[in-house]
């Protein structure tokens, strides 16, 4: 029970009158060591200028804990949904609840035949998962007021609000762990939380916006004159995991600096489609800041997987298909493999990273130096992005590919043979500034073809571990008209030469990582993954005086990107008893996805679909705090087609133009796009408008621009 000293005398009353008729949960088919119960606080329809001055908020959470208190404290992980809709409503021909209304966000109720979506109770196969080995787990409800919410000036996605109540959730937490704080706990929660909480050992998970709503807690934790250090007290958030995060919807660049960070990132999203969790991890090689911090940072790009079904609430698919891939996911119900990718990496990653105790072994399968699981891979297929630490003494850039083609980044003259190079961006997915070298290929002939990249000076190498660079397959030939080969689509090989013009023994890729065909939902994702060779690899030369790496390609034809070339000094997730990757071989996956939903064209008739625009509209709480430097147009549309609340924005085009975001209403009839007039005064009188939000609706038509 802990120490209920600082608790009053009418609370502990009313706490053992509640465990007397309080069910005790029984032992589940976890793999920890103890027993796992749940409760809950809910106080609702709070006004809190630390989190929004606008609105109304709630201060709401399910919290996953041991049964039995020995061993506190325990360290703290924190959960934070992302963005959709607040009410639903049950379907008994589907047996699933759709939902399409967010009246909660607004008025704390839903309309008559809906309930109130309960978007935080989606993680708890992950949430009892982490109990069962000794964690505390806060799942937080930010339907009021955010979900589904309209944005302000500089936090269009709510995403700065997200992270505030998330520390507000903590300040809570904490004065309750100190016997303190405005609220005493309420019964509701089971346990008294005196001292059971190690807040110098905390997690995050954030999935969609709630992945962008973690990093914004991190990173307003650390600003130079915020409230929270003094409301929650000494505090260390060590690592955070993102699921299908939003990136860049607010006015501030959030980054995982400082802290151990992993990316799920599922290859058929059809609301984040573009995969912008990755533009996070670029950051990672592009930061000018030093971060000293001995954290590793990680990419999972699953196949197969979609956005919605992480998330157990969230009934219906915003997929339609994946090309490449079988899909792991239903256009409606829950999806089990899907879960179990979470399950598999979420877990190892906050044991171990978070505690006063961690399991470094269980982090071995982030480094690509390792082979996945066989648990993990039976189930899809995995591309790693890896770096074991932040970009400095320890993990050493050797070429980024920064400056034009021929050119190494020092100035150097690069050589390329049988093959086109061309240093360009990265593909649509990855952050601006991530470069790459496209190299393309196609003969009649043998081998031979290459792309060396001479050193400046001389680099020693005995002194290292591993060497790492990124890449990806495009399509070619027909590789991306078949399901991709367990064995990978392609492979190419390394060589390294010294001062002497001597050469070591030729290292494929094909030993350490499967280089496979794009995969994708809405399109196909030429997203960079890690290949790591470990040094001992390479004989034949003096690795002290190393002047060059070289890139030779023996198949007749291909196309790869290669980027960000390294040095690693040392790997600390490298498993002393790694077997090669290429014993383990991909899942073979399918092209037909499972429980494929059919496409549909729906007209602008059909729908009922209106369009008219408002100039200088009335304000509102987008355009509260907006300075009136110039008057702003208003985009209404109507239909009697829902537009679901999504994570990434809406995209609607006008002519050749797009315009990103777009507010909904509660009964998700409307949607209202807010721009300049400026902007709107570019828009072309007449042309054909649509509107794209999820890859699993059709585009909504709306005929011509009334201008």
């Not at 009158?17 to 069910?23: D, I, T, V």
């Not at 891979?377 to 590919?401: A, C, H, M, Q, W």
């Not at 360009?424 to 009649?444: D, I, L, M, N």
């Amino acid at each position: 029970m802990g120490d209920v000293r600082h608790l009053s005398g009418s609370y502990l009353v009313a706490f053992a009158a509640f465990l007397a008729f309080m069910p005790i949960r029984a032992a589940q088919a976890l793999d920890g060591p103890y027993k796992v119960s749940q409760g809950f606080y809910k106080f609702l329809d709070r006004s809190d200028p630390l989190v929004a001055s606008d609105r109304k908020i709630d201060y709401w959470a399910q919290v996953y804990r041991p049964t039995t208190l020995t061993g506190k404290p325990f360290p703290l992980i924190i959960f934070l949904h992302g963005n959709h809709s607040t009410c639903g409503r049950y379907d008994d021909s589907a047996e699933v609840r759709f939902d399409d209304r967010s009246n909660y966000t607004t008025t704390g109720k839903c309309p008559s035949g809906y309930t109130v979506a309960p978007n935080h109770l989606g993680y708890t196969y992950l949430a009892e998962e982490l109990a069962s080995w000794g964690y505390v787990v806060v799942s937080i409800n930010a339907n009021r007021g955010i979900t589904g919410g309209i944005g302000v000036d500089g936090d269009s996605g709510l995403n700065l609000m997200r992270g505030r109540l998330v520390l507000r959730h903590m300040a809570l937490l904490s004065a309750w762990n100190r016997g303190t704080g405005q609220f005493p706990p309420p019964v509701t929660l089971g346990f008294n939380p005196f001292g059971t909480m190690d807040f110098d050992q905390v997690g995050m998970m954030g999935h969609s916006r709630g992945g962008e709503g973690v990093r914004a807690a991190l990173q307003q934790l650390r600003d130079a004159g915020s409230p929270f250090p003094k409301l929650i007290g000494q505090t260390d958030i060590r690592s955070l995991f993102e699921i299908g995060p939003v990136d860049g919807q607010t006015s501030r660049v959030l980054n995982a600096d400082g802290v151990n960070s992993m990316i799920l990132l599922p290859s058929c999203d059809g609301d984040v489609w573009k995969l912008d969790g990755m533009k996070v991890f670029d950051r990672v090689f592009l930061s000018k800041t030093i971060d000293a911090s001995k954290t590793f940072h990680e990419t999972a790009h699953v196949w197969g997987a979609n956005h919605n079904a992480y998330n157990t609430e969230w009934q219906t698919s915003n997929s339609l298909r994946c090309f490449g891939s079988d899909t792991l996911f239903q256009s409606v119900g829950s999806s089990k493999p899907q879960q179990l990718t979470a399950l598999q990496t979420l877990a190892p990653f906050f044991r171990a990273t978070v505690g006063a105790k961690v399991d470094l072994k269980l982090a071995q399968l982030f480094s690509p130096a390792n082979p996945l699981p066989d648990r993990l891979i039976d189930i899809t297929n995995v591309d790693r992005g890896y770096l074991p630490r932040p970009i400095g003494s320890d993990v050493i850039k050797l070429e980024t590919f920064s400056q034009d083609t021929g050119k190494t980044d020092s100035g150097l003259a690069t050589r390329a043979y049988g093959v086109r190079v061309t240093h360009q961006s990265a593909a649509q997915e990855h952050q601006s500034g991530t470069r790459v070298a496209a190299v393309e290929w196609e003969s009649t002939t043998g081998g031979g073809r290459y792309f060396r990249i001479p050193f400046k000076d001389v680099k020693n190498f005995s002194n290292a571990t591993a060497l790492s660079f990124r890449t990806a397959l495009g399509c070619f030939g027909s590789i991306c008209d078949f399901p991709a080969s367990p064995d990978g689509e392609a492979a190419y090989g390394v060589i390294l030469l010294d001062a002497n013009g001597q050469a070591t023994n030729f290292v494929s890729t094909q030993q350490f990582v499967r280089l496979s065909r794009p995969v994708g939902g809405k399109r196909l994702h030429r997203t960079l993954y890690t290949v790591q060779i470990p040094l001992t690899a390479f004989r034949g030369i003096d690795l002290s005086r190393v002047t060059a790496i070289q890139f030779n390609f023996p198949q007749l034809k291909g196309t790869v990107n290669i980027a960000d070339v390294t040095l690693l000094k040392s790997d600390p997730l490298i498993s002393t008893t790694a077997t090669s990757v290429a014993s383990l071989k991909g899942k073979r996956m399918g092209m037909a996805p499972v429980a494929r939903m059919a496409e549909a064209v729906v007209t602008a008739a059909e729908d009922a679909n209106t369009i008219r625009v408002v100039r200088d509209p009335a304000a509102s709480l987008r355009r509260s705090a907006r300075p009136a430097a110039e008057p702003d147009v208003d985009i209404v549309l109507t239909s009697k087609r829902s537009f679901p609340v999504t994570n990434a924005f809406p995209e609607l085009t006008v002519g050749d133009s797009t315009l990103q975001g777009g507010d909904i209403s509660a009964d998700g009839k409307t949607m209202t796009v807010t721009v300049p007039a400026s902007t709107f005064d570019r828009l072309k009188p007449g042309a054909n408008v649509s509107l794209s939000v999820v890859a699993s609706s059709p585009v909504w038509q709306f005929g011509r621009l009334p201008k």
